[in-house]
């Protein structure tokens, strides 16, 4: 698992893995990255559907009860796709727009 920190935001992803491990050695190192925005980057999986992206639903809604945010980065599945519990967007830039309008949210208690 790759982590690649940038303030109060972390880019999480992994290559070469299936969605199951992936998903496992995320919340082992969850611990670590608790306190951070969090990106999941998942273009390192060639086949995704709407069903994968709903695994990390649980993990999604514990880190944004904490005030942080959680966004997921594929081009495979989209928003419209997916439950609006779970944020997908298809850029790394537009998940850190999300983070950045969230941040502005919380920061207004909005």
Do not use: C
Request: net charge negative; proline share 3%.
């Amino acid at each position: 698992m790759i982590f690649d920190s940038d303030g109060s935001t972390t880019i999480v992803f992994q290559e070469n893995t299936t969605l199951s491990v992936f998903l496992k050695n995320l919340k082992d190192a969850y611990p670590k990255i608790k306190n951070d925005n969090i990106i999941v980057n998942l273009f390192s999986f060639s086949k995704l559907n709407a069903g994968d992206v709903l695994e990390f639903l649980q993990i999604s809604e514990a880190h944004r009860k904490s005030k942080k945010s959680f966004v997921l980065v594929t081009d495979k599945v989209s928003y419209e796709e997916v439950p609006d519990k779970i944020i997908v967007v298809p850029t790394i830039q537009e998940a850190h727009d999300i983070i950045e309008m969230e941040e502005i949210e919380r920061d207004l208690d909005l």
